[in-house]
């Protein structure tokens, strides 16, 4: 069966300071991956989508970037985190083709102080 | 511009009462659409999907209905349940579209309280 982890659970940085989230998918190959942004009463805010290692598409334009150096690992990343970068960031995938559902992870809580 | 839309951002049901919530969307080339439920703290979880060429899909106490000329969808919670207070996102998709990335549409979400 599919799982996604997705760590660290919750973090609390400084304004100024580097991030990393990363989420790794198993049980699945050449999965289409997602991060996610859900701000209070916003919904869930498409950031990042990948179709494949190495192949990043940016949803809006903001302070942060994604890597996908392997086939089932995306990274959310920023050199400098901004107070409004706070927000749960959720990973999630889904199969390569076709109409089909999405699976999230269990999503960090990012507070930026 | 919404997309996807889902107008009431809460609901307030008696536990074994139906609980409907709502949908609407605007892009006519959307032909999958997907209902995910969220705990707080917690991913989405997948709950129930139609495709567009369907009107109506079941599963155990969750319906949903897709009426495409109105561009409306909506899941029912028949009966409905404490347990099933939650977040509750809509979802649309052109799933051949895109030239093969997948990229739902999600609403703002509906919470749902069912009372005891």
């Known amino acids: 069966s599919q799982t996604i982890h997705q760590w660290p659970a919750t973090l609390v940085q400084p304004v100024g300071s580097p991030l990393s989230l990363e989420c790794t998918v198993e049980g699945t190959s050449n999965p289409n991956l997602y991060w996610y942004r859900q701000a209070a009463g916003r919904g869930l805010q498409l950031l990042f989508y990948?179709?494949?290692?190495?192949?990043i598409s940016s949803e809006v334009p903001q302070n942060l970037s994604a890597s996908r150096p392997q086939d089932r690992q995306f990274i959310l990343s920023s050199k400098k985190l901004l107070l409004s970068d706070s927000g749960f960031y959720l990973c999630a995938w889904s199969a390569g083709t076709g109409p089909r559902e999405q699976y999230f992870g269990p999503g960090t809580r990012l507070t930026v102080t | 511009d919404q997309q996807v839309k889902q107008n009431s951002p809460s609901l307030s049901v008696q536990e074994g009462r139906i609980s409907i919530l709502n949908c609407d969307y605007t892009?006519?080339?959307?032909?999958?659409f997907l209902w995910y439920k969220k705990y707080p703290a917690e991913g989405p979880t997948f709950l129930i999907s139609?495709?567009?060429i369907k009107d109506k899909n079941e599963d155990g106490r969750f319906t949903v209905f897709l009426n495409k000329s109105a561009k409306h969808l909506s899941l029912h919670i028949v009966p409905s349940q404490p347990g099933d207070s939650a977040v509750y996102f809509c979802?649309?998709?052109?799933?051949w579209g895109g030239g093969g990335s997948y990229i739902p549409t999600f609403g703002r979400g509906t919470s749902l309280i069912v009372h005891p």
């Open positions: 979802a649309a998709a052109d799933s």
């Open positions: 139609i495709s567009s």
């Open positions: 892009n006519s080339m959307f032909d999958y």
């Open positions: 990948s179709v494949g290692i190495g192949q």
